[in-house]
């Protein structure tokens, strides 16, 4: 972590914004993706509402900032225990995309990256799971539930790379290395001969497809890249020898 410094500028346009979520948070919306149709309470955005509310405080607290504590902190504990309760499946034992549904979303990965729940908890050991079982095409990730069912003609998506990284980082969290490292790298094999990478990977043209080449990927890479470093490092550190 940088722990850069905010001036009292940066500070008052975080509050507003806190302060614009703690009136809309409840509301429903269109999700990560942009989704179309009816709005619907996706289990990421109110993460995010949470994780807005988390790192406000947190700011607030290191700096010395003037902020409604007690106010965010009940509003951070509120979408906390209302994620768990009404986005968590628990015949599914997963989290699922939106309140009400049996589907997933590959943005539930990020959960323990953004600090929501520990990676050891069961509901997210579930989830990262699920994923395993239900969002994989070939290997590489899906970012929409292959089993949905959709009125909608839609064109037949790729896999989403970032996604697929998103994947890793949840195995790097998890304690699972081995498994982070074989997603990493399967990942890195479809680069193309400059080391860049799309939006999403076709598998079965066995070709990249969609924007090209995307930012998101590649910051999803950097990401990954420095976790499984950091995490191999720390798990060659000697052992600290206690003195008797």
Known sequence: MARLKLDEENWSLECTVVNHLAEVWD????????????PRHY???KVM????????IKSAERFGF???????????????????Q???DPGLDSFVESYGSKLLDASLLLLPSVGFLPPDDP?????IAAVDRHMMRDGFVLRHDPREASGEVQPIEGAFLACSLWLADAHVLAGDIDK???MFDRVVAVANDLGLLAEEFDPGAGRQTGNFPQALTHIALINTAH????ARADAEKPAVQRSS
């Open 27 to 38: 509301q429903p919306d269109h999700g990560i993706w942009e989704r179309r149709g009816v």
């Open 43 to 45: 289990v990421f955005s």
């Open 49 to 56: 509402c949470w994780v807005a509310f988390d790192r406000a």
């Open 66 to 84: 003037k902020a409604p504590l007690v106010k965010w902190r009940v509003l951070r504990e509120a979408i906390h225990r209302d994620v768990c």
């Open 86 to 88: 009404r986005g968590f």
């Open 123 to 127: 509901r997210i050991r579930g989830t």
């Open 180 to 182: 982070a490292q074989t």
């Open 227 to 230: 976790n499984l470093s950091a």
